[in-house]
């Protein structure tokens, strides 16, 4: 196993994961992901004092999910990450990768209230860390888990689409 | 039928009454806000967080109503206490963070205390002051400890142990008076067992909070969610009944839920909530702006906090029981945010549709009628829930909702 290749893979896979995401493009994001893909958006409170999960789901739910989505009333704006990919940590035994990423969710205002007013306007939505695993079995590096794990916890209208 | 101009806009629709809408300037209008905070949100029970948050003697919360910061502590004799958050020498807020202990001391007070750290005067558990830096060399025998403590506020710990303030220490009505029957739909599921807060998270939104009450009292809305028509909209969903409390509160009567309607969702019957039936869900509006919400497997509160006329603060909170295992608390948490979690199916449409309700009638458009007029014998259709709401909320503020300039004696013998 070439370790810098395999660094290389995993940040690029990273990386199109935001590229998809930011497009809405659900279909090639899950291409990415194995076929037992957990999904989770966890924050810490200090509110309750508890960790919590906003959402979570595995390969099947996320593409329910996002299959079901032109049936919901939506905030349509945009959303753009700034992803960073902190650490790639791999086991060459067990031919696994984990990553640190840090990210910084833009949302450019479009329909989501008065777009004559709006529309245009860019507004920092969360920040929060990407922590990834991924199967390093096949041809490129699939996603197997993904936790975003988010410091915001004032989320005002929420979103439907998967962070 | 064509469009209105000007004056047909304004006016009154077809054949509806006073009582059956509402002038948009209440939305809208600062001075109504503003009186609105002084006379109901500072005279009536605000539930503002659960016990289970002061899990242990000496945990905190802290919190505002009307403005004021409040803070609930949980004494070293067990009880649950609120007093402003405000200290008596120079108001400074006392504590800060959100929640924590006081076990602990901190940078300017002992442990077991409550410090300001601005002086670091400390008062204990009960709001007695405990000490009062260099209060000899200062106050001489003019000011001593007996002298100041914190401002108490009428505090319990009720329904489901939600922990209940007031600001008004002469408020007549104990919570269960204030509340009279409103939670008798579900207090036997939610008393059943101690309940524990799973899920914590907040919006503040350019909106009035009425408008999210109004949605949280009417279904016909349903028409903004799928999930709610697909798992809903079939004859005992029609069936369910609005029924009105006294002090304006009001209650939608359960059906069972067809979950498994919706592509990937599952049906709740497997975990319900003591003693309510499987897939059912009950629902309590309170005046002047609470929502408990049990819906099979979790129970979801919004509280509100009013910001502005345009502008509120609302906390979301899920709940489970406090005996859950790590599986059945795990599922909870999966329905409650499938469906209300700030990345579930329901709640981001209701955020999106009142945000640009109240786009539409800020404090400069021209007023409109607001129509709460839907009549379906009381059920989920109907707009009952709204027009008991806002009968109540013109006593309060002795101002009529249809025309806010009349008093409400004044519209009611207009409208007769």
């Known amino acids: ?163 | 039928m064509p469009a209105k101009n000007a004056t047909q806009w304004s006016s009154i629709p077809g054949k509806l009454k006073s009582g059956e809408y509402v002038d948009s300037r209440i939305y809208s209008d600062r001075d109504i806000f503003e009186e609105e905070l002084s006379k109901i949100w500072r005279n009536i029970w605000v539930p503002v967080c659960h016990e289970s948050e002061l899990p242990d003697p000496y945990c905190f919360r802290t919190m505002t109503i009307a403005r004021e910061p409040v803070i609930v502590v949980r004494g070293n004799d067990n009880q649950v206490r609120a007093f402003l958050n405000v200290c008596p020498h120079r108001g400074n807020m006392i504590e800060n963070r959100p929640s924590g202990t006081f076990e602990s001391g901190t940078p300017s007070g002992a442990p077991k205390h409550m410090t300001c750290m601005f002086h670091a005067w400390q008062f204990d558990m009960k709001g007695n002051c405990a000490h009062i830096s260099r209060a000899e060399e200062g106050y001489q025998d003019r000011l001593k400890n007996k002298d100041i403590g914190l401002r108490r506020l009428r505090c319990e710990v009720k329904y489901g142990g939600f922990v209940w303030v007031s600001l008004n220490d002469k408020i007549e009505k104990s919570v269960e008076e204030w509340l009279q029957g409103a939670f008798d739909c579900m207090q036997h599921s939610i008393d059943a067992e101690p309940l524990e807060v799973f899920h914590y998270h907040k919006a503040i939104i350019p909106c009035n909070y009425k408008l999210w009450h109004d949605t949280n009292s009417e279904f016909y809305h349903d028409y903004l969610h799928y999930h709610n028509r697909i798992t809903g909209f079939n004859d005992s969903y029609f069936a369910r009944q609005c029924k009105g409390f006294d002090n304006g509160h009001v209650n939608v009567g359960s059906f069972e839920v067809q979950y498994d309607q919706y592509e990937g969702f599952e049906s709740r019957e497997e975990l319900s909530f003591p003693h309510l039936p499987a897939n059912h869900w009950e629902m309590i509006d309170l005046f002047p702006g609470m929502n408990f919400n049990l819906r099979g497997s979790a129970l979801r509160v919004d509280l509100m906090t009013p910001l502005g006329p345009d502008k509120v603060m609302i906390e979301y909170r899920g709940l489970g029981l406090k005996s859950d295992t790590e599986e059945q608390r795990l599922i909870r948490q999966r329905h409650h945010n499938s469906i209300w979690g700030p990345f579930g199916r329901n709640l981001h449409e209701d955020l999106v549709a009142v945000s640009t309700q109240q786009a539409a009638m800020n404090e400069w458009a021209d007023e409109r009628k607001i129509l709460h007029g839907r009549h379906e014998n009381e059920t989920i259709h109907d707009e009952v829930g709204m027009r008991h709401f806002y009968d109540e909320w013109g006593k309060w503020m002795d101002r009529w909702p249809g025309d806010p300039e009349l008093t409400y004696d004044q519209g009611l013998k207009k409208a007769a």
């Open chain 1, 1 to 163: 196993m070439n370790l810098d290749k395999v660094r290389q893979d995993v940040t690029e896979t990273i990386y199109k994961a935001s590229i998809f995401l930011d497009e809405c493009n659900w279909l090639d994001w899950l291409n990415l992901c194995d076929k037992d893909f957990y999904y989770s958006i966890k924050a810490y409170s200090p509110e309750i004092n508890k960790d919590m999960i906003y959402l979570d789901g595995d390969f099947e739910h996320m593409s329910s999910l996002t299959d079901m989505l032109p049936k919901h009333n939506t905030d349509h704006s945009p959303l753009t990450r700034h992803t960073v990919v902190y650490t790639v940590d791999i086991d060459k035994k067990n031919k696994i990768a984990e990553t640190i990423s840090s990210f910084a969710l833009y949302q450019t205002q479009l329909d989501g209230i008065n777009s004559h007013i709006l529309a245009g306007e860019t507004n920092l939505f969360m920040v929060g860390k990407y922590k990834d695993k991924f199967s390093l079995n096949d041809e490129s590096p699939l996603f197997v888990e993904r936790t975003v794990q988010l410091d915001t916890r004032r989320l005002d209208k929420g979103s439907h689409w998967p962070i």
